[in-house]
């Protein structure tokens, strides 16, 4: 969808508070009434521009697909979203596919979220960023409902935000040094690595600037040995951690590294949900949270919790997003150690005002319901 289309639909969206309006599964839009007392899910899709073409170690793109969700009650909208970064395996036909298959009418308390997961988690297996859009818009609407944002309902101090790391992607050194440039508001920079230059990268970084990096391999690293010496390598350089230095199924080569890396080891790649933070206890020293990984806010600060109480760290992370899915995640991130929320401002067409980061740190608004976001048009 361009974005003129797009501002079509979303103008139509903005007159949903009173005459609500559903989307087909390519942004027609489709005018009629939702029901009073239910749950009325609508979506669209969207296509989210980068501002520089994102390099991994296995993968580059220019854009990113999505899925802008609504859930209204009673004149009450929730905003939700689906982003689908390739590597994950869903896509606009997939997440469309799966919510054009649900039957959210069918629910007439918003509060009864655990209920709602349930009935999400038995109409397919997986789909995470589809029950991700749909947990964001719930979440959203009840916190509007309630009046408050949810790190309150949660119970968090704002205080203790942590700062977020601004990515440096793997690039040529001109546009790395343009990269840092940019970066200078921000206190902890987070460079993707991964390919024979990692070295290079960060003595570019260095020549710059003496702030805190942080590591993400994106699992690129193949050899435990050369894992370990760059952990050393990387721990003289004011790097606080390594994350996903090595493939996910490589969990007692990754164990190895954590025995012996004087900088904590992250797991990303390697989990998703629930579950598989008891899993990467003893191999990892904490875990990378994100929401499309996780199916959204609930089961986030469950595996928040969890992880505390294993004793382990926990990081907050994001896919390229807008402002929407973004701070939703912001609401959660008292509770992070690290948080690398910085997938809207990389992007160069978002749809929201949302959370702000000052100087570094992000800052949540007490003034802002739900997940604190508030759409542009
Ligand atoms: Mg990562």
């Not at 010496?229 to 350089?237: A, D, P």
Request: glycine content about 6%; aromatic content about 8%.
């Amino acid at each position: 969808m361009d974005r003129r289309s797009f501002l079509r639909s979303a103008a139509l969206g903005a007159v949903a508070m009173a005459s609500p309006v559903s989307f087909s599964a390519f942004g027609q839009p489709t005018r009629h009434r939702g029901r009073n007392g239910v749950l009325n899910l609508s979506f669209r899709p969207y296509e989210l521009q980068l501002k520089h073409a994102f390099n991994l170690a296995r993968s580059s793109r220019k854009t990113t697909p999505d899925v802008q969700v609504q859930i209204e009650y009673d004149g009450i909208i929730g905003y939700g979203e689906a982003s689908m970064p390739p590597y994950l395996g869903e896509s606009v036909d997939s997440v469309s596919a799966f919510l054009s298959r649900l039957d959210m009418t069918q629910f007439s308390d918003p509060f009864r979220i655990e209920e709602i997961h349930e009935y999400l988690d038995s109409v397919a297996p997986d789909n995470r960023a589809a029950k991700a859009s749909v947990d964001i818009a719930l979440h959203d609407l009840i916190g509007k409902i309630m009046g408050q944002p949810w790190y309150k309902i949660w119970g968090l101090s704002p205080e203790k935000t942590p700062y977020t790391s601004f990515t440096i992607g793997i690039d040529k050194p001109e546009v790395v040094r343009m990269k840092v440039d940019e970066a200078k508001p921000y206190k902890v920079l987070k460079v993707k690595m991964g390919l024979d230059n990692d070295k290079e990268l960060v003595e570019i970084i260095r020549s710059q600037t003496d702030v805190p990096i942080c590591v993400d391999a994106n699992q690129g690293w193949t050899d435990k040995e050369k894992a370990l010496e760059m952990c050393h390598w990387l721990s003289e350089r004011n790097c606080l951690f390594v994350e996903q230095p090595m493939d996910k199924s490589m969990i007692d080569e990754t164990a190895w590294l954590r025995e012996r890396s004087p900088l904590p080891i992250i797991a990303d790649e390697f989990l998703q949900r629930l579950p598989d933070v008891r899993r990467a206890a003893g191999a990892y020293d904490g875990i990378n949270i994100k929401l499309m990984k996780s199916t959204g806010l609930h089961e986030a600060y469950k595996m928040a919790v969890l992880a505390k109480a294993l004793g382990m760290k926990v990081m907050l992370g994001c896919m390229t997003e807008t402002s929407c899915g973004i701070s939703a995640a912001a609401q959660l991130s008292p509770m992070a150690d690290w948080a690398d929320l910085d997938g809207n401002l990389l992007i160069s067409n978002d749809l929201f005002d949302g959370v702000k980061i000052v100087d570094g740190k992000i800052a949540l608004s007490p003034d802002r319901p739900g997940i604190g976001a508030i759409p542009l048009v």
